[in-house]
């Protein structure tokens, strides 16, 4: 059936739509506690959410857990909590809209 696997397609977490590896922040479950991985590289469990806040508030809340297997710390929560503040922050559009005009 579909055979159009080129680029590597995950699905967030939160809204349960795919979309692009690149356009999603993985999010890695270690032995030293849950990180963001923004290499997408780190060796563990991974979930994947967009790079937007309301992904974000809704992964935290429950799916993000399930999806790793594992229960947040406070650590680990605070840590996520902050990269959504970053996100919430981002004017995303802006910094690509500059790159894609400088070629
Ligand atoms: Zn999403």
Request: aromatic share 4%; hydrophobic share 30%.
């Amino acid at each position: 059936m579909a055979r159009q696997k080129h680029k590597p397609q995950r699905m967030c977490v939160a809204c349960r739509q795919s979309q692009d590896k690149k356009s999603l922040v993985r999010i890695v479950r270690t032995n030293e506690g849950v990180f963001v991985d923004e290499v997408g590289k780190r060796a563990g469990r991974g979930a994947y959410l967009h790079a937007d806040p309301s992904c974000w508030e809704i992964g935290l809340k429950k799916s993000l857990e399930r999806a790793l297997k594992t229960s947040f710390t406070e650590q680990d929560r605070e840590r996520l909590l902050q990269y959504q503040n970053i996100l919430s922050g981002l004017t995303m559009t802006e910094t690509d809209q500059e790159l894609a005009s400088q070629e």
